[in-house]
């Protein structure tokens, strides 16, 4: 007796403990016990209203965190969609591969006993348990290619993707690849542009190489104008081994609106504009020239300053 | 009544909050409780204010009880505190501010949902539903047209896209597509349904699936009524 004493001192906390805790369960399940009326969210009724009067209902399904561990509840209307397929018995069943996304095959099953698949061969053949109903199997043996031919650009470079997948690389290309072919430079062109005189007037300038004014008094100096694009680079000299600026920025070679001046023109005098063209257009090269004349003198030979 | 039993002699975070999922599953027949479910989500919340789910379904529930504000602030508190950790909580603060009128910002959201989820077509759907209350119904058609290949059968994607095309005057394909939404809707089980509204009481899954058919049903009288008045004309 005295041995069960010192055992009960020893567990009555424990007991009671245990004893409490049992009590609070019981009333707390008294409290929840009884059938609760079931709960109506602002979503089980929702339809909100179109401009024109429709009802538009929305879904939420991927409100729900993805699942808890264990949880084998079902996909929350995201992933890949399943996919059903007929079996051999006409039966529309669920199939990872299966062609098609309803649960009823599209109301494909059933409607034909002879079923084909594709062979080793890539031959459409009779296959009782085949995925097709067509004889020819909707077109889906045929050996397509693992790659689709596809010509493209690594920078200047063309290459090929060929259908075996392979590369083919072509020789780089002189101005501009596009979609896997070298594209041709435009060709040397002159642009119009207004020039400006010595005097300030203006001129519609042409753009080919002009000396203005072409005729002038011995030891006077006159002006050169141009202006072409898609070059790589021009000169512009004259006959009397005076070189111009040519005045070239990117493909555009260009005089000024005021034009180059030349130096003294002591006798008729050719200004030539030679440029080389972007590589790879035709023609390769232009020149063209213009010339500049001495006025003719009239005095009356033996006057003092008439040279004549 | 085990549950709690449990808390009280092994409080857990984690495991509370697992107890609050249990009820708050609308696949969850027998447990479905959404004051049970209330209960734990918060003693996890109590237990470690960092848990990364927990404030997203205080979220969920404040907004299934229509307390929009509350709803709103939760799942801000979600967002800020745990980024794009959860690509969901975008989509649940898409549908709280969708509720609220606030379209454009809740279509921010579903696009940051659908970067995650692409072809979740209840993302796609509720998307087009802001689009389209924005009077962006072009755009809705073009979000919900692509995913037919994957879902060609969705009684509610199709009611939105007979919608979309209805409010840009394309009264052919409306037709087609609400036709299609009418016949699909028939077959739709209560188990699907409850898929597509996780958080609801499973009791009142016959409830939501009358809602939807009625809708599209009277979606169907309109867009067919709208068609034999302008082929009269």
Redesign the interface.
Known sequence: MHEFGEVWASVRGKVALALA?VL???L??AV?DGQ?K???????????T?????????????????H?EGDT?????????QRYACNSNNQCVADSGGPY??SNCNNACGTSTQRYACNSNNQCVADSGGPYTSSNCNNACSTSPPCTYLPYCDGLIPRVRNTDCSITTYPACGYLCSAGSCQSPPAAQFIPFVGIRDDDSTFQATGDLQVIPNLVQQNDTTLVYWKVANVSICTVTGSNSQTLDPGCSGTICYSGDHGQPTIKIKAQTYYTLSCTSLPGATPPTISESDVVNITPLYCEPGVPDCPL | MEERVMMLSVPSSARAFQYGQRHFSSRNETLYDIETAEYFFREADKLDPMHPQVLHELARLAFLRGDFGVALSRINAQIQTHGDALPNSYYVRGLILGYMGRYEEAARDYEAYLESDPHNWAAVNDYAWVLLKAGRAEEALAAIEPEFAYWPDNPWLLNSAAIAAYELGEHEKAQEYIERATEHVQTLTRREWLVVYPGNDPRIAGDGIAALKKSILNNMHTITSARDDSAVQ
Do not use: Q, Y
């Not at chain 1, 509840?73 to 969609?81: A, D, I, R, W, Y």
């Open positions: 805790l609070l369960a019981l707390l399940s929840g609760k079931p709960f109506s969210s602002v979503e089980v009724r929702f339809a909100d179109s401009s024109s009067g429709l009802a538009i209902v929305p879904a939420s399904c991927p409100s729900e965190p993805p808890w509840g079902l996909p929350n209307c995201g992933g890949t969609p996304t309803s």
